[in-house]
């Protein structure tokens, strides 16, 4: 008895260690290698170590809670959210009305929050219903739902009767413009709490914590009763039909979960860049996102908080490392290129392996 | 007909095995030339696998290949595709249509075969450019159709046919190939009216007397003895007896359909369930279930018991738990303890403390690439709250880990799943084990009622047995109503009490499972559709 019960160990072990390296997969270790000689490679080209790790870990906490974004989502089986700028909207309408109500300082960043959630839910709600009446087809119209709600709300955004002057366009009186700076509402409000600055080193604190507590919720919903129906909706359909769960209603708490966890994330990234981005903005902040976590080694349903952590890390790393780096080194402005062979690739290499992971 | 030369196909000792489970032992048929072959067998005796290694099938190549030889003409074949055998005068209509929807019976007969004339096109850029000569195809489309004896319309496209003349195209297709020497209709009757099935069967004579040899593959046994010259009856791979139709009738093929040949008298200890009180009562239940239609099931279930439900495939059995259960849309009546089930409501059905074990293993059973401890306790876990932590004053409803390996370790050790834990996942497990996975996963639930289908379908001699008396030992142990649907009959009789057959959507009969089997065959067959 003793011995088979080592045997077990010392299979489950070597499985264990065998499906780590597989499950690690080989797109990873390319960018994480890549990322690597990045900031070996920085010093010599006269880079400040320090100073790249700042930037890394600052862009890393504005973008994660968007990353985030992506799990309810691939574990509810709708696969990658490409409907992230609905999401985002929800955020900016939220932004820009907690101005135009005359907010300012931190507490315009928890109004943003609190008027940003009722449209999340509301946008969320009708996304989801959408998207339930096209199973099979999930991401592709998530896609032109997200490209068509930015077309819109550029419309909007010059309809609506804003009129606070911080946010309109100076002549006209009316419309509101690209850009609208954040100074003295919410800039850094997060990333100023319990800063840390050594030298050239300074860590975004707030954020990371305000991101590892949505994270912390996030990984502590899919140990809840719920959350395990969740995840067994994405993983077999029917079998959770057979067992009693109303798979449309987890599909669509899902969505809806995963577009506040958007109009969030956009809350987050705003206050760490100081402006906030209307119009065509929320058009590229999907793919981004999608790339991250599928960097991070999620698969197109399944997904975890790691994935996040270390796809959003080595995404936001390449992203900020190679246009100092490699600018420096070959004096030509390459990281545009590789930052979209990077995400795209990536893309693309998640959705052919499609038919993997699913039954 | 019959020729005393050299037949006109000869298969001698054909064997074939799908990953060491033997299906077909020593087969030996012969087959001259105009006759017409009546092959009959429960499911999974082995017709099918025996028409797909005559036809060259790409299934049994990438399975390893069969023993045996198949001669025709007296000189040995080996198809490698179905190419081959059709190249060798073989034809055969399969159960699934193979028609283009889009275009016309003649098209569809003729299809990669039309008669072409060149054009200016064609003389440059080759032979695929060759206009179709629609004169020359709808000539050769009538001969088809006259050979066949059974009037179709040529130009009607297939979309807008009844099914039955579907049929008789595919049918049509085969005839209209020059070389045809046999032809194999695979349950061709199986969708038909009865006036239509009548013409197939004059259609089938017409073609013996022009020389075409016919197996023909039914489990309408009447069919067969009006039609064919010879029976043969296969039964786990065997061929249990070949013989002239003449010389035979529908209780002896039925019987010889379903007896084992080692005699198997039943189960031992059956219980008398007569007057214990009703525990499910169904009235006048339908169930659109594609392929497994159920018309009109009334049926009493009584407490404790094990009833069986058999029947062949198609008949219905399989739409009856799936109805209840609420997977499949279904209509009619179902109390359980005297309180009424409502119907399409698969929560509804679990909360009344119904359970069911699906026969699609993996489609409905399992969450392959999830845990056994996720396979075992969700159900548990969603339908009744067990295996959950409550914080915050239940607002909050924690997956319990430790419970749910406890309950996953005990099953694992109860039914003896062979697993490296209880973190494996579904998918690495062997068909055996995946089914003792999903009963444990049944039996976590704790119902009061089990609805089991197709347990043993697809895994090995042993694994079956285990399987088979945990079931019991459940029922027995625990005073748990089993319905266990099964398309093996010496199963059923070795667990259940009682035996219902359902036939054509309906429930044929009720028997004690210790009647000889050949009562059952008999009423297998009685009410086919």
Known sequence: MNETLVDRNNITLRDRLKNMVASFGLPRLIIAGFLLLLFIAAPFVGADFWTQISNTVNRFSWNAIMVLAMVPMIHSGCGLNFGLPLGIISGLLGATL??????????????????????????????????????????????????????????????????????????????????????GFYDKVLANFLQINIGNLSIPTGTLLFFALLAWLMWAFLHTKTGTAMTAVGSNPTFARAAGVNVDRMRLLSVVMSTWLAAIGILVYEQGFGFIQLYMAPFYMALPAVSAILIGGASVNKASIANVIIGTFLFQGIVTMTPTVMNSAIHMDMSEVIRVVASQGMILYALTRKTEGTK | MLSDNTPLLEMRSIKKDFFGNQVLTDINLTLAEGEVLGLCGENGAG????????????VIRET????????????????????????????MVHQEFSLIPGFTATENILLNREPKKRNVISEVFGERLDTLDYNEMTGRAEAAIDKMGFKIDKGMRINEMPVGHKQFTEIARELSKDNLK???????????????????????????????????????????????????????????????????????????????????????????????????????????????????????????????????????????????????????????????????????CLDASLAFVSEDRRGVGLLLDETLEWNVAFPAMQVQNKFLKRYLGGLVKWRDEKAIREVTDRYIDELAIKCTGSKQKARELSGGNQQKICLAKAFALEPKFLFVSEPTRGIDIGAKELVLQALKKFNRESGVTVVMISSELEELRQICDRIAIVSGGRIAGIRPASDPSEEFGLLMVSMVK
């Open chain 1, 98 to 183: 907690s101005i135009e109500f005359g907010f300012t300082g931190p507490l315009s960043f928890v109004m943003a929050i609190l008027i940003a959630t009722p449209f999340a839910l509301v946008l969320g709600a009708a996304y989801g219903w959408l998207l339930n009446k096209i199973k099979g087809g999930e991401m592709m119209i998530a896609t032109y739902v997200g490209f068509s709600s930015v077309s819109f709300m550029c419309m909007m955004w010059l309809l609506l009767p804003y009129h606070s002057p911080t946010m309109v366009w100076g002549f006209a009186g009316k419309g509101l413009r690209t850009t609208i700076s954040l100074e």
């Open chain 2, 47 to 58: 017709k099918s696998t025996l028409m797909k290694i005559l036809f060259g099938m790409d």
């Open chain 2, 64 to 91: 390893g290949g069969y023993e045996g030889e198949i001669l025709l003409n007296g000189k040995p074949v080996r198809f490698a595709t179905p190419f081959d055998a059709l190249a060798a005068g073989i034809g």
């Open chain 2, 182 to 348: 046999l032809l194999i209709l695979d349950e061709p009757t199986a969708v038909l009216t009865e006036k239509e099935a009548d013409a197939l069967l004059s259609s089938i004579r017409s073609m013996s007397e022009k020389g075409i040899a016919v197996i023909f593959i039914t489990h309408r046994l009447h069919e067969i003895l009006s039609v064919c010259d010879k029976v043969v009856v296969m039964r786990d791979g065997y061929v249990v007896s070949d013989v002239p139709a003449a010389e035979t009738s529908v209780s002896e093929i039925s019987k010889w359909m379903v007896g084992r040949s080692v005699e198997n008298t039943g189960s031992i200890d059956i219980r008398d369930t007569s007057k214990s009180k009703t525990m499910m009562s169904i009235r006048n239940l339908w169930v659109d279930m594609p392929g497994e239609t159920v018309r009109n099931v009334t049926l009493d279930i009584k407490e404790g018991e094990i009833l069986g439900i058999g029947g062949l495939a198609g008949q219905g059995k399989l739409g009856i738990p799936n109805g209840i259960m609420g997977l499949y849309e279904a209509g009619g009546a179902v109390e359980l303890d005297g309180k009424p089930i409502p119907l399409n409501s698969p929560r509804k």
